[in-house]
């Protein structure tokens, strides 16, 4: 075959073109971000892993890589600590909001966590929070007056109502009371309904980390620690009225001591007036009650209406590189899972509360809580969320077993309240050396 000059160019154009095509594909995978994810709780998949999917088609330059999600906040602390002495930190975590300032204060003398304020301020500062967050719930994000997190999750304790017995015994399920002590006067009567029927349960004596706890201190107006003398704060009426209160759930009340899982079932079976628990329970609890009676939820009681609340538990999304270019793509997940789009998700899979304001609007969930009123009822709370505490030292987890085996033995009579809160004092002082 002849060769031209003709087909001589044509081919030197086509291996120039082919050339440059196959480089093109490397150069623009290199361009790609690759944030490496770690959050806790392997339940939490299910909305996670659709959100990173939606945000990565919207942002083609970002890869979101998530790290196998740790069992639980304590073992998700554990294991970002043990990764910052060895340099090999996730770049963005989901912390929970009580061991949030643990992780700071360990973090930033190492310049191993990145505050948030430059990154905020070029959002328009203060009005991009009051946009998007109450300031109650973005203060479940602050250490120290410093933005180290935006709220990802937010879930507060409400009441589960078996209307029938409550309408029984005289009350009104759609107006409960909202103090403890009209709450135990409403279980002691239903439980004079019949002796196998328990008033209520508040399954404290049970619960796996200390947050009912901290909502009867913190619904009295109380707190859980001095932070002038780094010691426990409710060595005082607050502490012992808690303590009180729990044996009066007991005894006038009718408690079963049960866990918190045979609790759910037993007022699924509807042996219990109204229970205290998670909004992330609500599907579950309504796949208990069934047909078997009306089922409403409504707020957490406050005793103090002027400076009560209540403890939030969730996590808060924080970036942990140093790498500006990824500091900006972190940035960028950070808004998206906690606007309201993304709050839609997360809410209608797990029944918590949005941390974005306007995640509550029409075009969001406003229409789902009209049909779904039990949901709606942890949104109702956002006013009242306080920062779930944590102890000085990091050795929460240790202090509340302490505290849940000295608050057990005052709910069964074994010592009083004031006994079991000299113990308890004592005993988390020491803890928190």
Not at 46 to 75: G, R
Not at 377 to 392: F, K, V
């Amino acid at each position: 075959m002849k060769i031209n000059r003709r087909m001589v160019l044509g081919s030197l154009a086509g291996i120039a073109a082919a050339t440059l095509s196959g480089l093109s594909a490397p150069a623009s995978a290199a361009d790609q971000i690759t944030l490496n994810v770690l959050y806790n709780l392997p339940g939490f998949t299910k909305f996670h892993q659709p959100l990173a999917d939606e945000f990565m088609k919207n942002n083609p330059d970002v890869k979101i890589n998530f790290l196998a999600p740790a069992a639980s906040y304590n073992d998700g602390q554990q294991q970002v600590l043990r990764a910052a002495v060895t340099g090999n930190l996730p770049d963005v975590y989901f912390s929970g909001y009580n061991m949030t300032a643990e992780l700071v204060h360990t973090l930033l003398p190492r310049q191993q966590i990145t505050d948030l304020t430059p990154f905020i301020a070029a959002e328009g500062g203060q009005a991009f929070l009051d946009k998007n967050y109450s300031p109650k719930m973005a203060a479940l994000g602050q250490i120290d007056g410093k933005q180290f997190g935006l709220p990802v999750n937010a879930s507060s304790p409400i009441m589960y109502i078996n209307a029938d017995l409550v309408k029984k015994a005289g009350g009104d399920p759609d107006n409960m009371p909202t103090t403890f002590p009209e709450l135990i006067a409403l279980a002691k009567k239903i439980h004079a309904l019949d002796p196998k029927i328990a008033g209520m349960g508040y399954d404290i004596n049970g619960w796996p980390d200390d947050w009912l706890w901290q909502s009867l201190v913190f619904e009295q107006g109380g707190k859980l620690v001095d932070e002038a003398n780094k010691k426990v704060a409710f060595d005082n009426e607050v502490g012992l009225n808690a303590l009180k209160m729990a044996r009066q759930f007991v005894t006038e009340g009718g408690q079963n001591l049960l866990d918190w899982d045979q609790s759910r079932q037993q007022f699924g079976a509807g042996l219990t007036g109204f229970i205290f628990s998670t909004p992330a329970h609500v599907q579950t609890i309504e796949g208990l009650v069934g047909t078997r009676f009306p089922l409403k939820t409504a707020v957490f009681p406050l005793d103090n209406k002027e400076k009560g609340g209540v403890p939030t538990g969730g996590n808060s999304a924080v970036i942990l590189t140093q790498d500006k270019a990824k500091q900006d793509a972190a940035w960028k997940y950070l808004k998206w899972i906690t606007g309201p789009q993304a709050q839609n998700t997360i809410v209608r899979i797990t029944g918590y509360l949005p941390t974005n304001k306007l995640a509550t609007g029409p075009d969001y969930l406003a229409p789902y809580y009209a049909e779904h009123p039990n949901v709606k009822t942890a949104s109702l709370q956002a006013d009242r969320s306080l920062p779930w505490a944590g102890y000085p030292g990091g050795d929460s987890v240790r202090i509340w077993r302490t505290q849940r085996d000295i608050i057990g033995s005052v709910m069964r009579g074994d010592v009083t309240p004031e006994a079991g809160l000299k113990q308890m004092v004592e005993q988390t002082n020491a803890l928190m050396q």
